[in-house]
T-cell receptor, first 118, second 110 residues
């Protein structure tokens, strides 16, 4: 089974520039997550989609971050304009209601996009 | 107070040793608990779920103490390949939203 795909793997931009990340979840997974992982910290959920609807975006800085999952499959996360503190790894994960252990849905993570803002 | 707190370590242990560490969570209504493993510059991967009765998976043992609101992970007969950051993960709601700790780093030396 193919895993979660993300691109690009690395991105270096200057502050105030824009950047976009792409994620393709595991086929058939209805739930998609975007996390931000700052060095030395655990992943922090930015937004959660169920099919193409947003379930939770309470921690998404909506003044500069946006995300969409128009057809309920691929997703893009955009930052505009970027700040120095946005330097982090952006992880995409997906899960399925029909997988996991004892009804607890395992989240499968992609390799992440490492963003450096100069 | 953070939702999930972990001792960052690092725990430096020789091969064959036993290492154990805890994680505390703040929300008493938490429902599901997990340990994820994250290798350096890699993505997190599920190591094991943590059940109320405690559970083992080979050399790994996880325990849950709801009264004191902590979970633990014990690694027996450590291998070099066990070197990683172990993330404590808690689910507070039924919508599969996970809260991650900052991780405990374990380094196993030859």
């Amino acid at each position: 089974e193919a895993g979660v795909a993300q691109s690009p793997r690395y991105k270096i931009i200057e502050k105030r520039q824009s950047v976009a990340f792409w994620c393709n979840p595991i086929s058939g997974h209805a739930t998609l997550y975007w996390y931000q992982q700052i060095l030395g910290q655990g992943p922090k959920l930015l937004i959660q989609f169920q099919n193409n609807g947003v379930v939770d975006d309470s921690q998404l800085p909506k003044d500069r971050f946006s995300a969409e999952r128009l057809k309920g499959v691929d997703s893009t996360l955009k930052i505009q304009p970027a700040k120095l503190e946005d330097s982090a790894v952006y992880l995409c994960a997906s899960s399925s209601r029909f997988s996991g252990l004892a009804g607890q849905n395992e989240q499968f993570f992609g390799p992440g996009t490492r963003l450096t803002v100069l | 107070r953070k939702e999930v707190e972990q001792d960052p370590g690092p725990f430096n242990v020789p091969e064959g040793a036993t290492v154990a560490f805890n994680c505390t969570y703040s929300n008493s209504a938490s429902q599901s608990f997990f340990w994820y493993r994250q290798d350096c510059r890699k993505e997190p991967k599920l190591l094991m779920s943590v059940y109320s009765s405690g559970n083992e998976d080979g050399r790994f043992t996880a325990q849950l103490n709801r009264a004191s609101q902590y979970i633990s992970l014990l690694i027996r007969d450590s291998k070099l390949s066990d070197s990683a950051t172990y993330l404590c993960v808690v689910n507070f709601q039924r919508d599969y939203k996970l809260s991650f700790g900052a991780g405990t780093t374990v380094t196993v030396r030859a």
